[in-house]
């Protein structure tokens, strides 16, 4: 599975972004999704992830600023990030878990100024 990640870009601090993610093939609704992210110097984290597009999960720093979804049909996943700050600053990874393998997208960098 190939995974192509789009949609960063520099915003300022307050604005909005959405990143999306599309798979080389169809992946099945059961398989988790997430997008992590990584900033200069720092390890990758997570920051949310989707199940057959319910329960989401988000990491405690982007609750309530970022919503993700997925459309099945395309295979594709989705970030909408609002409220944006400049520590939200990141290469942007999404990731499909597929049979117990993980697979991960080329990462799109998000860049908020202040």
């Known amino acids: 599975v190939q995974l192509q990640a789009s949609g960063g870009g520099l915003v300022q601090a307050g604005g909005s972004l959405r990143l999306s993610c599309a798979a080389s093939?169809?992946?099945?609704?059961?398989?988790?999704m997430g997008w992590y992210r990584q900033a200069p110097g720092k390890e990758r984290e997570f920051v949310a992830s989707i199940r057959s597009g319910r329960d989401p999960r988000y990491a405690d720093s982007v609750q309530g600023r970022f919503t993700i979804s997925r459309d099945n049909a395309k295979s594709t996943l989705y970030l909408q990030m609002n409220s944006l700050k400049p520590e939200d600053t990141a290469v942007y990874y999404c990731?499909?878990?597929?049979?117990?393998?993980?697979?991960w997208g080329q990462g799109t960098l998000v860049t908020v100024s202040s």
């Open positions: 093939r169809t992946i099945s609704s059961s398989v988790v």
């Open positions: 990731k499909a878990n597929v049979q117990s393998e993980n697979y």
